[in-house]
């Protein structure tokens, strides 16, 4: 890690080790590339902001949080790095990473995050409300998975996932009823949710045949599955909790809910590792 001008370059690993660290609320990813680059790769929870429209756009940055600017190889990363240092939008630290996604070996998405599905969802009880049903698709999906590898060694790990779904969607239940009376509790609220559609936009029953195509001796096709659902859970909450017209109230429940993505997404890698070792 090195510094110039007050701006830290930072490795993949470093940058990997930071986004481990911090809550969301911390910072903001910032790609600078052109929409089609974005398209075909990014990193997940990535916000596009073309280096073209930075200057433009430069107040549109968060004031109380890192920025860390990413782009093909470093170099557009790095003059959007240095155009916010001179603008001075931000009191916190301004990041590059290095090499940029060329260098990058973690995990990446292709197409735009799908926010599509909280379309109609204007308010911040709308925007919970919806996550709680993409919260009982993950859950679904998840129960699918218990009950097609009920005999796997591995299976704890997702009857783990399963409960933290459960426990996830309490969390945004509590969310809810702190803006409004629910006339129901939990269990029944939660068990009236379609859950028809996973966190990541991925339609359930799409998802439930790929489940099915697995052999059940073969654990790497569904971890890597759940890995890239969780991702692109992970990719939605983080763009939804940025994007123009989220009530600005429930960007901090959004940022809480990607959070909790990128922890199952840790949760999955550790025990694909136990799984193929096994």
Excluded at 2 to 27: C, F, K, M, T, W
Excluded at 109 to 123: C, E, K, N
């Amino acid at each position: 890690m090195s510094r110039g001008r007050n701006i830290v370059h930072l490795d993949p690993a470093r940058l990997r080790a930071y986004l481990q660290r911090h809550p969301e609320a911390d910072y903001l990813l910032i790609d600078v590339r052109q929409p089609g680059e974005y398209t075909a790769a990014h990193i997940p929870g990535a916000w596009l902001m073309p280096l073209m429209q930075l200057e433009a756009r430069l107040f549109e940055l968060p004031p109380d949080r890192d920025l860390v600017f990413y782009c093909h190889s470093g170099g557009r990363s790095a003059a959007a790095a240095v155009l916010a240092l001179d603008a001075e939008v931000t009191r916190k630290t301004i990041y590059n990473l290095s090499g940029g996604i060329l260098a990058w070996d973690g995990m990446t998405l292709a197409d735009y995050p799908r926010t599509a599905v909280f379309d109609g969802a204007a308010t911040t009880e709308d925007l919970l409300a919806k996550a709680m049903d993409l919260e009982k698709g993950a859950w679904n999906f998840y129960q699918a998975v218990c009950r097609h590898f009920a005999d796997a060694p591995w299976i704890e790990a997702f009857a783990d996932l399963t409960a933290d779904e459960v426990a996830h969607a309490r969390s945004v239940y509590r969310l809810l009823t702190a803006i409004r009376t629910l006339s129901e509790p939990f269990e029944p609220f939660f068990h009236r949710l379609s859950g028809t559609i996973l966190e990541g936009g991925l339609d359930l029953q799409a998802a439930v045949e790929r489940i099915g195509a697995i052999a059940p001796d073969q654990s790497r096709p569904l971890f890597e599955l759940a890995l890239a659902i969780e991702a692109a859970a992970y990719d939605l909450y983080s763009t939804v909790a940025e994007r123009d017209g989220t009530p600005q109230e429930a960007r901090a429940p959004l940022r809480s809910i990607a959070q909790a993505e990128k922890a199952h997404i840790r949760r999955l890698v550790q025990a694909m590792e136990q799984s193929l070792q096994g």
